[in-house]
């Protein structure tokens, strides 16, 4: 019973979240809906209007930067979690079959030594 709840709330997980967040290419991960990340911005130090204009910069550059990364993060993060569910859900299935299996084969060992 406890194995029947188990596999059913992970085929309910499976079907909340999302098919996938990133995309894995030649081995390089990529999130998907987060869009570009942010050029840094440069220093002018030309004078104090460009320099101020550069500590502007700078300060959406963080913000945009920390939405970015959070995203990403928040993505990375479920791939990891449908990945990991599958892989387990996999060995589930492989271990039933390896019991099935042997079971089979007790009972047909115990029929033939009755023989």
Same mark, same amino acid.
């Given at each position: 019973? &406890?194995?029947?709840?188990?596999?059913?709330?992970? !085929?309910?997980?499976?079907?909340?979240?999302?098919?996938?967040?990133?995309? !894995?290419?030649?081995?390089?991960? @990529?999130?998907?809906?987060?869009?570009?990340?942010?050029?840094?911005?440069?220093?002018?130090?030309?004078?104090?209007?460009?320099?101020?204009?550069?500590?502007?910069?700078?300060?959406?550059? @963080?913000? &945009?930067?920390?939405?970015?990364?959070?995203?990403?993060? +928040?993505?990375?993060?479920?791939?990891?979690?449908?990945?990991?569910?599958?892989?387990?859900?996999?060995?589930? +299935?492989?271990?039933?079959?390896?019991? &099935?299996?042997?079971?089979?084969?007790?009972?047909? &060992?115990? +029929?033939?030594?009755?023989?």
């Amino acid at each position: 019973m &406890k194995y029947t709840l188990t596999v059913a709330a992970l !085929l309910a997980l499976s079907f909340a979240l999302p098919a996938h967040a990133g995309s !894995l290419n030649n081995g390089s991960w @990529q999130p998907s809906g987060c869009g570009l990340v942010p050029d840094a911005p440069t220093i002018d130090g030309g004078n104090i209007d460009a320099y101020n204009k550069s500590i502007a910069a700078i300060n959406a550059w @963080q913000q &945009k930067s920390r939405e970015y990364f959070e995203c990403l993060i +928040k993505e990375a993060n479920t791939d990891n979690s449908i990945i990991a569910d599958h892989a387990n859900q996999a060995q589930a +299935k492989y271990r039933d079959s390896v019991e &099935k299996i042997g079971a089979e084969a007790e009972a047909a &060992k115990k +029929k033939l030594d009755k023989d």
